[in-house]
């Protein structure tokens, strides 16, 4: 049973050395009660206390959760991933996860990002960013679709953050008009026709 005032965290993986390096980050996070780990949603059931207020679950393992929503309302999940490519995040989103952190996400944001996801808002991590090759031809992923650049998947991080184009501009030292030109390519390969599409995907689960 998490203490009153402070937060119940669950993490779901396949992994359990994984499983224990996440949970560890949390032990002694006077903000975090730590409710244990399961390999898989099935297993849920043998977990003592209440439900998690929020859960760091495997992509892989998503479905399964997504598959029984009721057992999970009133719990925010943020998605771990080694697969970050825009279907995934995509995935994500319009499944109501309330962050998406790649498996390079440095443990130090992991911590911030849960605690962002506590006050309510989204966390989203992409991954080490890829450096800028020269294109050659569309790279295009199993389904057809179209992979983000290094820099596309940057500027789908800062707008999945609300960050707006001139802020965007000043952070990665590019002009406003590169920046909307970027965007509109990440709005067209992911499917959604601007930022206000965008954020109606982004909605706490449950």
């Known amino acids: 049973m998490a203490e009153k005032g402070r937060c119940g965290l669950l993490v779901l993986h396949s992994s359990p050395l994984i499983r224990k390096a996440i949970l560890d980050l949390f032990r002694g996070d006077p903000g975090v009660t730590v409710l244990g780990g399961s390999p898989h949603p099935t297993a849920l059931g043998s977990l003592p206390g209440r439900r998690p207020d929020v859960a760091l679950v495997e992509y892989e393992q998503w479905q399964g959760v997504r598959g029984n929503l009721a057992h999970w309302s009133g719990t925010r999940v943020i998605l771990y991933s080694r697969d970050n490519t825009p279907r995934s ?3 994500c989103i319009r499944g109501g996860a309330a962050g998406f952190v790649h498996e390079s996400c440095p443990p130090e944001s ?3 990002g849960l605690h962002d996801v506590l006050s309510g808002r989204s966390f989203w ?8 090759r020269t294109p050659v031809a569309p790279r295009a992923d199993a389904g057809g679709q179209w992979k983000l650049s290094g820099r596309e998947e940057e500027i789908l991080g800062l707008l999945l953050r609300r960050r707006s184009n001139e802020e965007i501009a000043q952070e990665l030292c590019l002009t406003q008009q590169t920046v909307k030109n970027y965007a509109s390519r990440v709005f067209h390969k992911v499917g959604v026709s601007g930022r206000k599409e965008l954020f109606r995907m982004l909605r706490p689960c449950g």
């Open 89 to 91: 995040v995509v995935d």
């Open 110 to 112: 992991i911590v911030k």
């Open 125 to 132: 991590h992409l991954g080490a960013d890829e450096p800028e």
